[in-house]
Structures are given as structure tokens and as C-alpha cells.
């Protein structure tokens, strides 16, 4: 079956990067797209942006542009997404999600998030 | 960036009520919409995809309609399982964006 598994929990001081990992199992990923999704607790879902892992291809939603870069690599099955010059507004609990072969946008496999704290 | 308007933002539903929720798109989708359900501390799930299309193992009480640009979703037969946050998401243009979200509680 197919599985996400996200890094832990981070604590990171303002002003510095974290990287998150998602982990995946039970598909083929170097021919899935994966999302990243950012949630504040209590609030609605944002769309970070996607990377094709076949290519590692990447599109960003303009807002996260210049905060959040998108990797994966294929010998591990493993996506990354590294969040930089963090600030107390990036703390949120994060998302990996896998889009099919073809990107429709409907997400039917999300990773159990990783909570990201930012304070000094 | 497309705009998803959903409502309301709570509902407080009765033991077999039949619910709906409404998504307003800012723009014509083309039915690249769907729902989810979220539970407390958990992720999303994936309801209802294509506007209307019932997600492999989601209770048949499930529904979703729409065109254009108004959507919904319907419960046909509220259950205390079904209690949680409810979101729509549009996969027309990029940036994919959500709705603000439904709080469904049971009365």
C-alpha cells in the first residue's frame, strides 16, 4: 500500500532553514508528481507547490517562491522540501502529498505532517 | 489566484441529517474540484475528486455536484464519524487553492 512517512517535529530558531523529508513506499515515485502543502492549526491548507520526480521538474506557488525549494531523491524514494530564513509566520504543520502520474490535483495520499515550530 | 469561497463556516448537524456545503470558485473550474474531510491533529482526506467522482472506500453518503462555478457537498445521513473540518480545493490553474473550511459538529 502506498505510504508517506514525514520527518519529526523541528524546532528551529528565526532566521534559519529545516529541511523536510517524506518518505515514500508502495508506488512507483520516479514517475509520481508530490505536493507540499502548509497548514496553520485551525486555519485552511495552502498549496506550496509540486515537484515531478522523474525530472525533478518543480513548480511554486508565487507566494512560497524564494522560501521553500523542492527536491527528491529517486534511489531512496524520498522527497525533500527545504524551508529557508525561517520566520514565526512559517510555523505550521507541513504536508507531502502524491499527485498520480498524470498532476490532476486530487490528493488521495498525504504524509502525517511535520510540525514546524520557529522561536527563538 | 482563483478564490474558493465555501460555506458556512460551521454546521452543527442531527444524527441522520442530510447536509450541504457550498464552494463558490472566483472563476469557472471545469468540475477540477474536490473535497476533503479532516480530522483533528490528522491529514486530510480525499472525498470526492472531478466535483462528483466518490473516492475509492468513502461511505456512499458522499456526494458532490457543480459546475461552472458553484460546487457542493452533500451528506445524505449525518454520523458521529462524519464530524470534522471540510474543505474544497480547485486543480484548474495553479496556484491550487482551498476553501476556508466547514466545522461539522453533531448536535
Known amino acids: 500500500q502506498v505510504k508517506l512517512q514525514q520527518s519529526g517535529a523541528e524546532l528551529v530558531k528565526p532566521g534559519a532553514s529545516v529541511k523536510l523529508s517524506c518518505k515514500t513506499s508502495?508506488?512507483?515515485?520516479?514517475?509520481?508528481?508530490m505536493s507540499w502543502f502548509k497548514q496553520i492549526p485551525g486555519q485552511s491548507i495552502e498549496w506550496i507547490g509540486m515537484?515531478?520526480?522523474?525530472?525533478?521538474?518543480?513548480g511554486y506557488n508565487q507566494k512560497f517562491k524564494g522560501k521553500a525549494t523542492l527536491t527528491v531523491d529517486t534511489s531512496s524514494s524520498t522527497a525533500y522540501m527545504d524551508l529557508s530564513s525561517l520566520t514565526t509566520e512559517d510555523s505550521a504543520v507541513y504536508f507531502c502529498?502524491?499527485?498520480?502520474?498524470?498532476?490532476?490535483?486530487?490528493?488521495?495520499?498525504w504524509g502525517q505532517g511535520t510540525l514546524v515550530t520557529v522561536s527563538s | 489566484d482563483i478564490q474558493m469561497t465555501q460555506s458556512p463556516a460551521s454546521l452543527s448537524a442531527s444524527l441522520g441529517e442530510t447536509i450541504s456545503i457550498e464552494c463558490l470558485a472566483s472563476?469557472?473550474?471545469?468540475?477540477?474540484l474536490a473535497w476533503y474531510q479532516q480530522k483533528p491533529g490528522k491529514s486530510p482526506q480525499l472525498l470526492i475528486y472531478?466535483?462528483?467522482s466518490l473516492q475509492a472506500g468513502v461511505p456512499s453518503r458522499f456526494s458532490g455536484s457543480g459546475s461552472g462555478t458553484q460546487y457542493s457537498l452533500k451528506i445524505s445521513s449525518m454520523q458521529p464519524e462524519d464530524e470534522g473540518d471540510y474543505f474544497c480545493?480547485?486543480?484548474?490553474?495553479?496556484?491550487?487553492?482551498f476553501g476556508a473550511g466547514t466545522k461539522l459538529e453533531l448536535k
Open positions: 515537484i515531478y520526480a522523474g525530472d525533478g521538474g518543480t
Open positions: 502529498a502524491r499527485d498520480g502520474s498524470t498532476p490532476y490535483g486530487w490528493f488521495a495520499y
Open positions: 480545493q480547485q486543480s484548474y490553474k495553479f496556484p491550487y487553492t
Open positions: 508502495g508506488y512507483t515515485f520516479s514517475t509520481s508528481y
Open positions: 472531478g466535483a462528483n
Open positions: 472563476e469557472g473550474i471545469s468540475s477540477y
